[in-house]
């Protein structure tokens, strides 16, 4: 009785060992046919190609010729850069549909060759990046250089984030570069190495052409990220890049406002007009703070997103896509030209809603002014900042 169960224990054993081994055997069988699927597809569908390059570039009319083996290299380095960063390059050319408008037409007014608005490109991907260096903007301007070329550059305004004036600023250097150079080549490296950098290295090696020039490796390869950005959003096909018109981006409409008296908050100024702050920060980056300083006989124009004027007391006031703040009746502005700096001595018992409300400003303005900490209580004697309209 005993060994008819044992044996039947050990069949049942056997049948149980015999179908986990044959499942196993499967799963493997079945890994290793995904595994050689998978192999297969890759080596079948996967490529990557190198690029065939030309004989000679051109920027501005310039021509560069790729004879030379370490400008050949330093070429195909950038055109494959570019290429095979895919994701960067399809933001690069959505982008331009919103930018390159503005840029081209502002480099047409200026006689400034059309090539250089790639050169924005290389600097910033046409996006308000800043760099470890402090260099801002579309043109990736250094904040001396920005005032140089007549950018107002403070805490409210930073016209490095102007689309139109950083792009007018560039084009005065570019000029001014010219004039020092003959050569746009060498204006674009200098805008890379600045202009007494670039002249220094052609007076030490007695060379005045750009790709002869041995250069630090950022500027050496400079230009031609620039020209490999230029050869790749000018034949987007060419190069495997298919964007539709309509996914490009946009030029936003708007209407303009001239900022001919201070605004305490626009904040208010915008949630009084049907808009909102995200709003006017994204079509006037310019603006670094919710309020703005104007001084006597001075003026701003600020764009108002058009689809939201219609829908506001703006609308009755537009006169030929402008209007002027000066003629609104709003709380978030008052009949002045000139924002004031006091100061207030915190009393016991105060608070920042208290303050704000006896200078008629928001908390936002004092904590900004100030650099508070919000979840801080204020402290007996503390010496505020108070920025205000008015008297």
Same mark, same amino acid.
């Given at each position: 009785?005993?060994?008819?169960?044992?044996?039947? $224990?050990?069949?049942?054993?056997?049948?149980?060992?015999?179908?986990?081994?044959?499942?196993?055997?499967?799963?493997?069988?079945?890994?290793?046919?995904?595994?050689?699927? *998978?192999? $297969?597809?890759?080596?079948?569908?996967?490529?990557?190609? =190198?690029?065939?390059?030309? #004989?000679?570039? =051109?920027?501005?009319? /310039?021509?560069?010729?790729?004879?030379?083996?370490?400008?050949? /290299?330093?070429? !195909?380095?950038?055109?494959? %850069?570019?290429?095979?960063?895919?994701? $960067?390059?399809?933001?690069?050319?959505? &982008?331009?549909?919103?930018? +390159?408008?503005?840029?081209?037409?502002?480099?047409?007014?200026?006689?400034?060759?059309?090539?250089?608005?790639?050169?924005?490109?290389?600097?910033?991907?046409?996006?308000?990046?800043? =760099?470890?260096?402090?260099?801002?903007?579309?043109?990736?301007?250094? !904040?001396?250089?920005?005032?140089?070329?007549?950018?107002?550059?403070?805490?409210?305004?930073?016209? &490095?984030?102007?689309? /139109?004036?950083?792009?007018?600023?560039?084009?005065?250097?570019?000029?001014? #570069?010219?004039?020092?150079?003959?050569?746009? #080549?060498?204006?674009?490296?200098?805008?890379?190495?600045?202009?007494?950098?670039?002249?220094?290295?052609?007076?030490?090696?007695?060379?005045?052409?750009?790709?002869?020039?041995?250069?630090?490796?950022?500027?050496? &390869?400079?230009?031609?990220?620039?020209?490999?950005?230029? /050869?790749?959003?000018?034949?987007?096909?060419?190069?495997?890049?298919?964007?539709? +018109?309509? @996914?490009?981006?946009?030029?936003?409409?708007?209407?303009?406002?001239?900022? !001919?008296?201070?605004?305490?908050?626009?904040?208010?100024?915008?949630?009084?007009?049907?808009?909102?702050?995200?709003?006017?920060?994204?079509?006037?980056?310019?603006?670094?703070?919710?309020?703005?300083?104007?001084? *006597?006989?001075?003026?701003?124009?600020?764009?108002?997103?058009?689809?939201?004027?219609?829908?506001?007391?703006?609308?009755?006031?537009?006169?030929?896509?402008?209007?002027?703040?000066?003629?609104?009746?709003? !709380?978030?502005?008052?009949?002045?030209?000139?924002?004031?700096?006091? %100061?207030? @001595?915190?009393?016991?018992?105060?608070?920042?809603?208290?303050?704000?409300?006896?200078? &008629?400003?928001?908390?936002?303005?004092?904590?900004?002014?100030?650099?508070?900490?919000?979840?801080?209580?204020?402290?007996?004697?503390?010496?505020?900042?108070?920025?205000?309209?008015?008297?």
């Amino acid at each position: 009785m005993n060994f008819l169960k044992l044996k039947k $224990q050990y069949w049942i054993f056997a049948a149980t060992c015999l179908f986990l081994g044959l499942s196993l055997g499967l799963f493997i069988q079945a890994t290793d046919t995904e595994d050689q699927k *998978a192999k $297969q597809g890759f080596t079948q569908s996967y490529q990557v190609y =190198s690029i065939e390059l030309p #004989a000679e570039l =051109s920027f501005a009319n /310039e021509k560069i010729s790729l004879q030379d083996q370490d400008v050949l /290299e330093r070429y !195909d380095r950038e055109l494959l %850069t570019n290429v095979y960063y895919q994701s $960067q390059m399809l933001l690069y050319i959505k &982008r331009a549909g919103r930018f +390159f408008p503005t840029i081209e037409r502002i480099l047409k007014e200026q006689q400034i060759p059309q090539d250089f608005k790639y050169l924005a490109v290389a600097e910033s991907g046409l996006q308000l990046v800043v =760099s470890p260096a402090g260099a801002a903007g579309y043109w990736q301007f250094l !904040d001396k250089t920005g005032k140089h070329y007549g950018l107002e550059v403070n805490e409210e305004v930073d016209e &490095r984030y102007h689309i /139109e004036k950083s792009t007018l600023a560039a084009c005065a250097y570019f000029k001014d #570069a010219y004039a020092q150079f003959g050569s746009w #080549a060498l204006v674009a490296a200098s805008y890379n190495m600045g202009i007494e950098g670039v002249k220094r290295q052609m007076k030490s090696q007695h060379l005045n052409t750009y790709e002869d020039l041995y250069l630090n490796t950022e500027t050496s &390869r400079y230009l031609f990220r620039i020209i490999a950005i230029k /050869e790749v959003m000018e034949n987007p096909e060419k190069y495997g890049f298919h964007v539709p +018109f309509n @996914q490009l981006y946009k030029e936003p409409e708007s209407v303009t406002l001239i900022a !001919d008296i201070s605004i305490s908050s626009l904040v208010e100024l915008a949630h009084d007009n049907a808009s909102n702050y995200k709003l006017i920060k994204w079509f006037n980056p310019w603006l670094r703070k919710p309020f703005l300083n104007v001084s *006597a006989g001075k003026t701003y124009a600020i764009k108002w997103p058009a689809a939201q004027v219609q829908n506001s007391a703006l609308a009755t006031k537009l006169s030929n896509g402008v209007l002027r703040l000066s003629d609104l009746q709003t !709380d978030s502005i008052e009949k002045t030209d000139l924002i004031g700096v006091i %100061t207030h @001595q915190v009393m016991q018992g105060e608070t920042l809603e208290s303050i704000a409300k006896k200078y &008629r400003i928001s908390k936002e303005i004092i904590l900004e002014s100030n650099q508070l900490n919000p979840s801080l209580p204020l402290k007996v004697n503390q010496i505020l900042v108070i920025k205000k309209v008015g008297g």
